[in-house]
């Protein structure tokens, strides 16, 4: 399941940031890439021991956590601190799966929040493989867009402009994909019908199921 989320960042979120990568210091992609995706990767990325780089981390993470449509898609147990990155005319990530344990965590969800308005650039999407095939994903600047880590995916070459991007990833309490849609669709019908016609015993049940398969699921 593919989630879009807009406005996880206000514009005075975005603002502040792009003021930043203005002033960083971005090497070589490659340098967080695993053995594979090095020799697809070819993108920039804002240096790990850049002093600004910590309280940008601090800033999506707490955005992304804020937000509850993001909580309810992903169950987060961890997010990981994300990397900034620029694409600029001829750069592109090639086809590769992201690597299934980082920094000894386990990887279940991979994020990416654009920072760049489309208008910004030529190319760069997204493209997120799956068995129903490929599905393109530009989004708005402030917006993520989630999917499961265990997808095959790419950046498109970027051929005008600057894409620049924030990509994390989440451990989850809930390994598995499938369950993980099933307690979102829960969780979304179960808030429609609050809205719509209150606290009622059905209702309850609902919730009852929802609150029993997540802990039967969850690992903490
Ligand atoms: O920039 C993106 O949208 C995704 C980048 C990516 O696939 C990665 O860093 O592993
Ligand atoms: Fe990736």
Known sequence: MLIMI???LDPNNLR???KN????RFVDGRQTAGREARVVKNNEQ???GDPLLEEMQELVIDRLLANPLFR????PHV???PLFSRYEPGMEYGSHVDDAIMGGMRTDVSVTIFLSEPDEYDGGELVIESAAGEQDVKLAAGSAVLYPTTSL???APVTRGERRAAVTWVRSLV???GERELLFDLETARHALFERLGKTPELDLLAKTQSNLLRRWAED
Not at 21 to 24: I, S, V
Not at 72 to 75: C, E, H, I, K, Y
């Open 79 to 81: 997010v990981r601190p």
């Open 46 to 48: 804002v240096d790990r």
């Open 21 to 24: 990568l203005e002033q960083t």
């Open 175 to 177: 390994r598995d994909a």
């Open 6 to 8: 807009a406005n996880v």
């Open 153 to 155: 995916h790419r950046v």
């Open 16 to 18: 502040w940031l792009r």
């Open 72 to 75: 309810m898609a992903t169950r």
